[in-house]
């Protein structure tokens, strides 16, 4: 069972950084791909980015390429996403999910995701 807690969510103006943090409790934390979806209200949940579990691959959505930075320090357990110039439209609640994948895949399906955090809300004000 792999437990994920998110953290680092809240209220920030358009254009200024905030940091998610999702912390992971499983000693096999090295065979997990790691992402990060969002849900905004009204909207179904959507990828945002992947890490292999080795943190050399990425992978992310068009709509926060280039703007967004996943993380990953697994002698931490944690897997980190820098928001850099955050958007009205990216206020959403934001999940953590953990995906096995010893083989260093990144996973954008959430489908193919087995564990998932309850979330962290991020509001972008003007």
């Known amino acids: 069972q792999v437990q994920l807690v998110e953290s680092g969510g809240g209220l920030v103006q358009a254009g200024g950084p905030l940091r998610l943090s999702c912390a992971a409790s499983?000693?096999?934390?090295?065979?997990?791909?790691m992402g990060w979806f969002r849900q905004a209200p009204g909207k179904e949940r959507e990828f945002v980015a992947a890490?292999?579990?080795?943190?050399?691959?990425?992978y992310y959505a068009d709509s926060v390429k280039g703007r967004f930075t996943i993380s990953r320090d697994n002698a931490k357990n944690t897997v980190y996403l820098q928001m850099n110039s955050p958007k009205l439209e990216d206020t959403a609640v934001y999940y953590c999910?953990?995906?096995?994948?010893?083989?260093?895949?990144?996973?954008?399906?959430?489908?193919?995701?087995?564990?998932w955090g309850q979330g962290t809300q991020v509001t972008v004000s003007s």
């Open positions: 890490i292999s579990w080795s943190g050399r691959i990425t």
């Open positions: 999910a953990a995906g096995w994948s010893p083989r260093g895949t990144v996973l954008s399906d959430a489908a193919e995701y087995d564990y």
């Open positions: 499983v000693r096999t934390f090295i065979s997990y791909a």
